[in-house]
C-alpha cells in the first residue's frame, strides 16, 4: 500500500442540497483516480458511497460515507455528506475534519435551501468554499442563473474560473479562464481536448478572466501590485491567487461539471 506524505494529502467535505450529484460525482472522481474500473449508479443502486438499505430504498444518502481518490499523485479524501436537511448533523460533523468544502451546486435549481444551509456552517467553521456547477448536460441546465444566484447569496468573492460553452443536452466544452483555452471533453473515454477559444467566446472569455485576475490579485499584495502595473497575471501569478484566496476565504472559485458524464 503507497505511503503518502502530508503534503500529499487533501481532505474534501462534499455537500450541497439534495439531488445536486454530490454522490455521482463522488463516483466519477473514484473512476478517474483508478479506484474503481466500472461506474457505479444512483438509479442503479450500486455507487460505493450508497450502500445502505434506507440508501438504497431511497436512493439518495443518509449518512456521509469516507472515500478516497487519487489525482497527480495527491489521495483525495473524500466526505460525501448527505443533501436534505434532516441529516445536517452528518455535513457538520463532515466539515468539522475536512480542509475544503466542496459545494455542489444543481445547474437546473441554482442555489436551494440545502446550499444556504450548508453554507452557513462553512461560514460558521471558517472552511474554505470551492463551487462546482453540476448537471450542466441536462436539458434544463442554467449556468448563468446559477451563477447570478451564487452571486446574490455569497457575494462577489464568487470567481468564474471556468463556464460552460454549450450546457444543455450535447454538453462537452468549457472554457477554462487559467488556461485560456476551451476543454472539450469525450463522450468515448479519449483525452480531453484543449482546444484555441472560438471566436465568438474570446470577449466573454477575456471580460471573466480580468475579473478572475482582479480578484485573485486581492488576495495577495505582491500580486496586486503586478496586477497594477502589468494590468494582467500568468497563470502561475492567478493560481497562486487562488490558492490564497480559498484558504481565507476571499475567493470562491466556480467550476463547471457534469458527472453523470465524466466532464469536469
Known sequence: MKVYQTSEIRNLAL?????????????????????ITRRGSVDDKNTVS????????????????????????????????PGFDDFIGEVIGSLRVADTALMVVNAQSGVDVGTEIDWRWTKKMEKPVIFAVNQLDHDKANFDEALRQLKHHFGQAVTVVQYPVNAGTGFDSVIDLMQMKMLKFPTNGGKVEILDIPAGEKAKAEELQGILMENA????????????????????????????????????????????????
Open 50 to 81: 450508497d450502500y445502505r438499505d434506507i440508501e438504497l430504498e431511497r436512493k439518495n444518502s443518509v449518512t456521509a460515507t469516507v472515500l478516497y481518490s487519487e489525482f497527480q499523485g495527491m489521495k483525495i479524501n473524500m466526505i460525501d455528506c
Open 217 to 264: 490579485a486581492a488576495n495577495d499584495e505582491s500580486l496586486m501590485e503586478i496586477f497594477f502595473d502589468k494590468g494582467e497575471l500568468s497563470e502561475e501569478e492567478i493560481s497562486r491567487g487562488l490558492k490564497a484566496g480559498v484558504i481565507s476565504r476571499g475567493l470562491f472559485p466556480v467550476f463547471c461539471v457534469a458527472a453523470k458524464t465524466d466532464q469536469g
Open 15 to 35: 455537500i450541497g442540497g439534495a439531488k445536486s450529484g454530490k454522490t455521482t460525482l463522488a463516483e466519477a472522481m473514484l473512476f478517474q483516480g483508478g479506484v
